[in-house]
């Protein structure tokens, strides 16, 4: 992944990358802005995207107040509601029209969101290892308890991920310097701040999104996605487990026809990059069929 680019989304300086041609593929990695787990950005998708480039004109983006791309303006946009509007006002940004999207964790609740708001937009959306869209409570508190001190440091990131994971061998010292590098900047620092020691996340981030997630079940279940529709998940993912995955398509599939689910063994959280050959072929071919 070579040569960011940026372009402004509403005032909102928003980092991304591209390459390759023909259908267009966006897509959205995990976290939120102010974690203080990972400083997730685009190159959580460094292991795919080469691959996916040879078939699609593929983009991968910072999500709002992450990696490199800005934080919110007003701290009232410290939500998951304004990282889906940022989501979207990037794509008309780009130009772009009949939009396949991938979103991973907290990227495929925004993606579910996008297909359900902007249905004239998306062409095909693709949820992956998702506890934010997933009914039940997440097994991060246990699964994650106790990493390394200080948090997001370079240690405490590698910590966190290896536990996420089925095989580590998928942490690439490149995608930890990005990572450590984006946790040390001042607006990430900034933003960790305000969803922390000033409380955005436990007292507007969370309550919102419990609002916004119920309203999105009610959705699924009595509207549905109007696009092709695809859940893809780690067999072996230690947080958002299997089970929910299957309660996800199957609320999907009741309404979408054209839905299918995709289960990649040994693998974990990062579904994606532990197996990206797999995932890469999976992903393609029900673009693919879309057009069918």
């Known amino acids: 992944m070579m040569n960011p680019k940026s372009i402004d989304v509403a005032g909102i300086k928003t980092r991304y990358f591209e390459a390759g041609s023909r259908q267009h593929l966006v897509l959205f990695h995990g976290g939120n802005m102010g974690s203080g787990n990972l400083a997730e950005c685009a190159e959580d998708w460094d292991r795919n995207f080469e691959g996916l480039a040879r078939h699609c004109h593929v983009i991968a983006v910072d999500k709002l107040g992450q990696g490199y791309t800005n934080n919110p303006l007003l701290n009232k946009d410290f939500t998951m509601a304004a990282t889906v509007r940022h989501a979207y006002e990037f794509i008309k940004a780009l130009g772009l029209d009949q939009v396949h999207i991938a979103g991973h964790s907290r990227g495929g609740y925004l993606v579910c969101r996008l297909a359900l708001d902007h249905p004239e937009l998306i062409a095909s959306c693709t949820i992956i290892d998702t506890n934010t869209l997933a009914p039940g409570s997440p097994r991060s508190a246990q699964v994650l308890g106790n990493p390394p001190i200080p948090r997001l440091s370079r240690e405490s990131q590698r910590w ?48 919102s999104l419990t609002i916004d997630k119920s309203r999105t079940f009610a959705e699924l279940r009595d509207i549905g996605l109007k696009c092709p529709a695809l859940v893809m998940w780690g067999r072996n993912d230690p947080t958002a487990i299997l089970d929910q995955g299957e309660i996800i398509f199957d609320l999907i599939a009741s309404k979408q026809r054209h839905s299918s689910m995709c289960v990649l063994n040994q693998a974990g959280h990062f579904c994606f990059r532990e197996q990206p050959d797999a995932f890469n072929a999976r992903l393609i071919n029900f673009i693919n069929s879309t057009g069918e």
Not at 166 to 183: C, G
Not at 193 to 207: E, R
Request: hydrophobic share 35%; no cysteine; proline share 6%.
């Open 160 to 207: 966190i991920i290896e536990h996420y994971s089925y095989n580590p061998d998928h942490i690439t010292e490149t995608w930890l310097d990005t990572m450590s590098e984006i946790a040390s900047l001042p607006k990430s620092i900034e933003a960790n701040q305000k969803m922390v020691a000033q409380g955005l996340g436990k007292n507007q981030f969370m309550p």
